[in-house]
C-alpha cells in the first residue's frame, strides 16, 4: 500500500487526547462476586407432612456445571428438618453446612434434644440477616415438623424475610415464575370454583394428600424443563412424615 493510498485524519476541534481521568471526572470501581447457578426448588405442606423437592441441573450460563448437583438438605439425621437452597451455588452450599453445624451442636448442649422447625426457622433468619451487608445469595426454603406433628414451610428471601406463620407452598429459583402460577392454581385453589355454583363461590382451600402433593412435585417439574434451559437432569423428591423421611429420584429432561 502506498503512502498516497491512506486517508489523511480528520481533525475534530472537539475532541481531545487528554483522558478523563486526568480532568477530574469519578472513576467508579465494582466487585460482583456473585453468579446465579440456575434450578428451581419448591415446598408443599400438608396436615401431617411436607415435602422439598429440586432439581439437579448446575449451569453457568449457557453451560451445564453439573447434572447431580443436589439442592436439598436433611439437617441431622434424626430429626424432621430438611432445607433446599438455589441461587450462588458456593453461598447455597455455605447455608446448608451452617444450619446442619447449628442443629447438631444445639443437640450436644440440650441433652440430644433436637432442634425444634420453629428454632431452626429463626436461627436461619439470624444467619442470612446477619450478612445483610454482604448478602448470602441464596433462596432458602425450610420445612419439617412441629411438635404437634403438622407440616411447617418458611421461605426465604436473600437477606432473611420470612413469614413465621409459614406458608402453604413455595418455590424459588430460576423456573419460578413458571411453577408458583400452577401450585397457586393446584394448592391454594387460586381461580377454583365449585361446579354446582356456576362459577360463583370459590373452591375452599384444603390440604392434599400425600400422593397428590408428589404428583404435583413432578408435573410442575416436568414442565418447567420443558421452557427453561437451567432446570432439568434429575428431580431430588424428600418426603417427611411422622414415619420418617424418604427420599425419591426421578429423571428430567437433560437437553
Known amino acids: 500500500m502506498s503512502l498516497s493510498s491512506v ?9 481531545s487526547f487528554e483522558s478523563s481521568t486526568s480532568r477530574g471526572a469519578p472513576r467508579q470501581h ?12 419448591l415446598g408443599i405442606t400438608g ?4 415435602v422439598l423437592a429440586g432439581d439437579t441441573r448446575h449451569t453457568s450460563g449457557y453451560n451445564i456445571n453439573s447434572r447431580t448437583e443436589r439442592k436439598v438438605y436433611r439437617l441431622g439425621e434424626d430429626n424432621s428438618l430438611i ?7 458456593a453461598d447455597s452450599k455455605d447455608v446448608a453446612e451452617t444450619m446442619t453445624r447449628a442443629v447438631n451442636d444445639f443437640k ?3 441433652n440430644l434434644k433436637n432442634m425444634t422447625v420453629n428454632a431452626a426457622a429463626q436461627f436461619l433468619f439470624t444467619v442470612l440477616y446477619g450478612n445483610r451487608f454482604f448478602p448470602k445469595y441464596t433462596h432458602c426454603i425450610l420445612a419439617g415438623l412441629d411438635k404437634d406433628g403438622k407440616g411447617r414451610l418458611y421461605s426465604y428471601d436473600s437477606v432473611g424475610s420470612y413469614s413465621k406463620e409459614g406458608e402453604r407452598r413455595a418455590a424459588a429459583g430460576a423456573a419460578s415464575s413458571l411453577i408458583v402460577p400452577f401450585l397457586d ?6 381461580n377454583q370454583y365449585l361446579p354446582a355454583s356456576n362459577g360463583t363461590t370459590e373452591r375452599p382451600v384444603e390440604d392434599l394428600p400425600k400422593e397428590t402433593v408428589v404428583k404435583l412435585v413432578k408435573d410442575a417439574f416436568t414442565s418447567a424443563t420443558e421452557r427453561h434451559i437451567e432446570v ?6 424428600i418426603t417427611v412424615t411422622k414415619d420418617g423421611v424418604f427420599e425419591e429420584m426421578v429423571e428430567l429432561k437433560k437437553d
Do not use: C, M, R
Request: proline share 6%.
Open 7 to 15: 486517508e489523511p485524519l480528520s481533525f475534530d476541534p472537539t475532541y
Open 83 to 89: 432445607l433446599a437452597t438455589v441461587g450462588f451455588g
Open 185 to 190: 392454581n393446584q394448592v391454594e385453589f387460586k
Open 108 to 110: 450436644f448442649n440440650h
Open 30 to 41: 465494582s466487585f460482583n462476586p456473585y453468579t446465579d447457578n440456575g434450578g428451581t426448588i
Open 47 to 50: 396436615d401431617d407432612f411436607v
Open 232 to 237: 432439568g437432569d434429575g428431580l431430588q423428591i
